[in-house]
Antibody, heavy 119, light 109 residues
Framework: EVQLVESGGGLVQPGGSLRLSCAAS????????MNWVRQAPGKGLEGVSY????????NYADSVKGRFTISRDNAKNSLYLQMNSLRAEDTAVYYC????????????WGRGTLVTVSS | EIVLTQSPGTLSLSPGERATLSCRAS????????LAWYQQKPGQAPRLLIY???SRATGFPDRFSGSGSATDFTLTISRLEPEDFAVYYC?????????FGQGTRLEIK
């Protein structure tokens, strides 16, 4: 089955760190660009970070630049998001999403993992 | 950054009716119409519905259609079924950063 499964979310205090993982299966992970997208409770969608298939090209939303680091391990079919210096406004469901073959849209999404930043 | 504005915020219709959702971009999303639509049901991840402004994704019936160009795009559901009531988001991928509209909630009247 073609799927993405996120893990690593939870409750963390402001200023803390968390590492999210996304396990891919059912497709050739190393051939696809990937993205993290987040959704604050009751709010819309926000692109967080992008990584090319080889990992050589990376970009971040301004809201997380300097605090979050995206990476991937193609041998393990896994995508990661290291989140440091977390703030209350980072509270959201974080989705792992596969970039489509014909552009930077998202043709496959995981179910998401909830990150709550609160004291 | 390209800002996407969706209207209306909420659309109340009955099964069998036609739904028309709008997405307007603050600048052109290019001649290749780099515009996608997603459907999101409560407690679920978004699901790709339309890409390239008018190409329907796998698994969606032909009652869903996308149209438009440059800055004005429309998602049309020709005849609403009970399972179509959800939140719909548009997204542009013409230029970084990719951005989403704020969503249109389609609710049963």
């Amino acid at each position: 089955e073609v799927q993405l499964v996120e893990s690593g979310g939870g409750l963390v205090q402001p200023g803390g760190s968390l590492r999210l993982s996304c396990a891919a299966s059912g497709f050739t992970f190393s051939s696809y660009e990937m993205n993290w997208v987040r959704q604050a409770p009751g709010k819309g969608l926000e692109g967080v970070s992008y990584i090319s298939s080889s990992g050589s090209t990376i970009n971040y939303a301004d809201s997380v630049k300097g605090r979050f680091t995206i990476s991937r391990d193609n041998a393990k079919n896994s995508l990661y998001l290291q989140m440091n210096s977390l703030r209350a406004e980072d509270t959201a469901v974080y989705y792992c999403a596969r970039v489509g073959p014909r552009g930077w849209y998202f043709d496959l999404w995981g179910r998401g993992t909830l990150v709550t930043v609160s004291s | 950054e390209i800002v996407l504005t969706q209207s209306p915020g909420t659309l109340s219709l009955s099964p069998g009716e036609r739904a028309t959702l709008s997405c307007r971009a603050s600048q052109s999303v290019s001649s290749s119409n780099y515009l996608a639509w997603y459907q999101q049901k409560p407690g679920q991840a978004p699901r790709l519905l339309i890409y390239g402004a008018s190409s329907r994704a796998t698994g969606f019936p032909d009652r869903f259609s996308g149209s438009g160009s440059a800055t004005d795009f429309t998602l049309t559901i020709s005849r609403l079924e009970p399972e179509d009531f959800a939140v719909y988001y548009c997204q542009q991928y013409a230029s970084a950063p990719i951005t989403f509209g704020q969503g249109t909630r389609l609710e049963i009247k």
